[in-house]
């Protein structure tokens, strides 16, 4: 654990230093939760709170697929991927402590939004039910997470990974529920956002805010179910390509 640790610590601190993720992370949302407060001005604010906070969330989930494709892609140009693969740690715990590095930065803009709602536009960004909200939070964090590990192994393959990453933001935007509720969302659309772990966790929060409602235990279920397949999955890719590319011999450039 403490290892683990020492990774996610080593992956923040990359993290911070790179000004595109640092724009991904900050600047970013910022400007989304600016437009979308103003678009939604004078609208009901209930469903202006969802949207501001949606802004913020969107910069989270850009936090994670950004280190999923260049956590591994990083180490490769740095000529020390070789190095790390014939340690002891496993890659995919690599991996995995970078979608957790990314995902507790995700969290800035989450809240930076949450602050530009009511201070900014007046919006009640308090949520009515508090424990909901932080579950809530608490699995948007957990279904970032699983889906960055699993993400990470398909990105690795890929010699153009970074530029790759910019096809993921929006259709997880949808289908997350980040960008519009789920439930508006035409009717063969929504069963994506089902096996999409993260959108359970906005559902909660989504649900805590004044005006809303929903329940939690079907919410909590699923997303436990897929953020647990979604992690599985992970490591059954990242240990698949890792023997594959080391009888190969390969590793420096798949």
């Not at 997303?223 to 011999?249: D, F, H, P």
Request: proline share 7%; net charge positive.
């Amino acid at each position: 654990m403490i290892h683990f640790l020492r990774i996610c610590a080593m992956e923040m601190k990359l993290a911070r230093s790179s000004w595109s993720e640092s724009f991904a992370v900050v600047v970013e949302p910022t400007a989304y939760a600016l437009i979308i407060g103003l678009l939604f001005r004078g609208a009901d604010p209930g469903r202006a709170a969802l949207a501001v906070l949606g802004a913020g969330m969107m910069g989270a989930w850009t936090s994670v697929l950004y280190a999923a494709a260049s956590s591994l892609q990083t180490s490769r140009q740095m000529a020390v991927l070789e190095p790390l693969t014939a340690t002891p740690t496993p890659l995919y715990r690599v991996t995995a402590a970078a979608s957790v590095s990314a995902a507790l930065l995700g969290l800035v803009p989450v809240g930076a939004a949450g602050l530009i709602g009511h201070f900014v536009f007046g919006l009640r960004m308090t949520p009515a039910d508090p424990g909901t909200f932080a579950l809530g939070l608490a699995l948007f964090f957990l279904g970032l997470v699983t889906v960055g590990m699993l993400i990470a192994p398909l990105f690795v393959s890929y010699p153009h990974a970074t530029a790759l990453a910019n096809v993921g933001d929006y259709p997880a935007f949808i289908i997350g529920g980040l960008l519009v509720p789920v439930t508006f969302l035409p009717a063969w659309v929504q069963p994506l956002s089902y096996l999409f772990p993260p959108s359970w966790g906005v559902r909660l929060m989504q649900d805590s805010l004044p005006g809303t409602a929903g329940g939690v235990v079907l919410p909590v279920t699923l997303a436990l179910v897929s953020c647990t397949v979604a992690a599985v999955g992970g490591v059954a890719l990242m240990r698949r390509l890792e023997a594959a590319a080391l009888r190969s011999g390969t590793l420096g450039v798949i």
